[in-house]
């Protein structure tokens, strides 16, 4: 699978802030649905830890962003603190924060 496999090491920093269409989310959790437990756990993004329950959270994953009717999904490896501040920053620097 292309979504499991990209690279041969897991960068978390170089994968922050990557943009996905819902076109692409469903597209990788399809392929990622037809690998075997073995496969996702060599994957350096799932590893052998999460290789049992991977396609259980992207099941959710897809039912939230489905409900939420959401276009895109971003990735961020920040806690939801560091990304409210961040936000609060950006507003700020724009004039929108009051």
Known sequence: ????HKRKEYNR???DG???SRFQMDKALAELSRTTQAQRAQSPYIGEKRAPIFIAGGILLKTIY???????LIASYKSAK?????????EDKNG???
């Open 1 to 4: 699978s292309a979504y499991i």
């Open 13 to 15: 920093e170089a994968e």
């Open 18 to 20: 990557v943009v996905m």
């Open 66 to 72: 489905d409900d939420l009717n959401l276009d895109t």
């Open 82 to 90: 560091d990304s409210i501040i961040m936000e609060l920053i950006a």
């Open 96 to 98: 929108t924060l009051e």
